[in-house]
């Protein structure tokens, strides 16, 4: 396995914080000096605070929206 390749399989649990400190050192220190992976890394920590920001503020209200759509639909029906 490349260090690229290491650092990318890596780099989910890195993001979640669920490398031991010895794995983060070592993916840090390859993003430190390969611009690849550097970039995805920044891909990956703006996707999840997209998905972070969408579970907190967007979804919950078309959740509910959604289910209210059902509930009408439902009833309507009857
Ligand atoms: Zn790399």
Do not use: F, W
Not at 43 to 70: F, I, S, W, Y
Request: overall charge negative; some cysteine.
């Amino acid at each position: 396995m490349t260090d690229c390749e290491k650092a990318r399989s890596e780099l989910e649990e890195y993001l979640h914080n669920e490398l031991c400190a010895e794995d983060v050192a070592d993916i840090r220190d390859h993003m430190a000096h390969c611009d690849d992976c550097e970039s995805e890394h920044h891909v990956g920590v703006v996707m999840m605070e997209a998905v972070q920001r969408a579970c907190k503020e967007t979804a919950p209200e078309d959740l509910r929206a959604q289910v209210l759509a059902k509930l009408r639909a439902i009833q309507s029906t009857h």
